[in-house]
């Protein structure tokens, strides 16, 4: 018999809102400590629905091919459509069944799709970006320890795909600095230094894909603030 269901992090859709479908509690194992997490795509037909309940169906869908495996549920903990909504997937008590062999404390996340066919939205990039941002803070994951499917040598996959296998080195660029507290782009590490409308005038000048295509200088027009970058980064 399962145990109640955890709770899901804020923002993340219940899997009672997509299936009525329960694990088998006869064929899945406890969670390790999360000490690494991997990205992927479903390798399906293309996909670009973006209503909540044709995303609920495609979810609904993987899982019942899963469980056709003899899988004891959905093999990811969070699904991430293309409007940007994350879903709960296999809750994260359970190990999943994402990479073979090498499913212990991996957590799972799945972006709807086939990106050999497609690329991933703007929308689903963002959210993957926050969302790995949440886990990685929550569970003390590194940027090093996020990869995709195809990553593992255990793997012999295509998974996630060309078009977001190309994206994951400014993935990890990107998320290995941490959003400060009050939202802001700039590392936490500098915004921690800094007087909130110095901490404004840096954040307009960051844009949206940065650190991946901005050089640190260019953030700096204050000499004071170029002296506390160095300082911060050696």
């Excluded at 899945?28 to 044709?54: E, N, Y």
């Amino acid at each position: 018999v399962l145990p109640p269901p955890t709770p899901t992090l804020i923002g993340v859709i219940p899997r009672s809102a997509w299936t009525k479908g329960t694990p088998d509690a006869s064929n899945i194992d406890p969670m390790l400590p999360v000490k690494c997490i991997t990205i992927h795509h479903d390798g399906m037909s293309p996909f670009t629905a973006t209503d909540f309940s044709s995303c609920a169906s495609r979810i609904e869908l993987i899982r019942n091919g899963h469980r056709g495996k003899g899988w004891a549920d959905i093999g990811y903990h969070f699904v991430i459509d293309r409007s940007g909504r994350v879903w709960e997937g296999r809750d994260i008590r359970y190990q999943g069944a994402h990479v073979k062999d090498q499913n212990e404390g991996n957590l799972g996340i799945l972006c709807v799709g086939n990106f050999d066919q497609q690329t991933p939205s703007m929308a689903q990039l963002a959210a993957l970006d926050r969302h790995l941002r949440v886990c990685m803070l929550k569970y003390k994951v590194k940027s090093r320890q996020v990869l995709s499917h195809q990553e593992w040598a255990s793997a012999h996959t295509a998974c996630p795909g060309r078009n977001l296998q190309s994206k994951m080195d400014g993935i990890r660029r990107a998320v290995a600095w941490p959003l400060s507290p009050c939202g802001s782009r700039v590392p936490f590490a500098l915004a921690h230094h800094l007087h909130p409308t110095s901490l404004e005038t840096l954040d307009r000048a960051v844009p949206d894909d940065w650190p991946v295509s901005m050089h640190k200088s260019q953030l700096l027009p204050c000499w004071r603030l170029r002296r506390l970058w160095k300082k911060i980064i050696t």
